[in-house]
């Protein structure tokens, strides 16, 4: 089945520099990746989608990319502020016929320093 | 618009009792996911509906757990009896299933559960 590696599992950054999450899938037919933000004690939220037709999306200060080929997408985070410390997950959508099934990596904890 | 609801927040209970969660998906999604979230596991899927029928339950960790959908807007996860190593946090999410395309899940705000 569908297996998804989050990398890394903590990350520290300084206010106003960039922060760079991975994530890589086994599914070769997956097709639709979110990104979900859990504050402590919160539900994960949305915060950005890309499906397999495209290499790149962004808004404001967040881009997730996609390399199909390499199986492989990233969250990007610029400009990055204290309130963006948060638990980040990436998710793949498992496999084919759209069930809509995510499978979930382990979580990155993004820690940002004023 | 109302998104996920799930109750309770909070539940406190001894082991060995019946504990019943609930959660209503948001109106005209038509697939429903429970999870589980612990420090040590994550986030795990434990089972998912599409259009109430369920489709995948191999998270399910053990007989004691189970779920039920009766109707769109209604779904229950059930442990009986309760344990100790069930104490975590439950999120049910629902999304819209069709068209041919893969669309986010919604979270509800979860159910921390302790076992005592």
């Known amino acids: 089945g569908e297996n998804v590696e989050q990398h890394p599992s903590t990350l520290s950054v300084q206010e106003g520099d960039s922060a760079v999450i991975k994530c890589t899938y086994s599914d070769s037919a997956s097709n639709y990746f979110p990104w979900y933000k859990q504050e402590l004690g919160k539900r994960p939220q949305l915060i950005i989608d890309?499906?397999?037709?495209?290499g790149e999306k962004k808004d404001q200060r967040i881009a997730v990319t996609l390399n199909k080929t390499a199986k492989h997408f990233s969250l990007h985070i610029t400009e990055t502020q204290p309130e963006d410390s948060a638990v980040y997950f990436c998710?793949?959508?498992?496999?084919?016929?759209?069930?809509?099934?995510?499978?979930f990596g382990q979580g990155t904890t993004l820690q940002v320093k004023p | 618009d109302a998104g996920v609801i799930q109750s309770p927040r909070h539940e406190v209970t001894e082991m060995g009792q019946e504990v019943t969660l609930r959660c209503k998906p948001i109106s005209g999604h038509n697939s429903l996911f429970w999870y589980r979230q612990t420090m040590m596991r994550g986030l795990e899927l434990l089972i998912y509906?599409?259009?109430?029928?369920?489709?995948?339950d191999s998270g399910m960790p053990e007989d004691r757990f189970s779920a039920k959908m009766p109707n769109a807007s209604f779904s229950t996860l059930k442990i009986q009896p309760s344990e100790p190593r069930d104490s975590a946090v439950y999120f049910c999410?629902?999304?819209?299933?069709?068209?041919?395309?893969?669309?986010?899940?919604?979270f509800g705000d979860g159910t921390r559960l302790s076992i005592l």
């Open positions: 999410a629902s999304s819209l299933l069709g068209q041919g395309l893969n669309q986010p899940q919604h």
């Open positions: 998710a793949a959508a498992s496999g084919s016929g759209n069930t809509g099934k995510l499978i």
């Open positions: 890309i499906r397999s037709n495209v």
């Open positions: 509906f599409n259009n109430n029928v369920p489709i995948d």
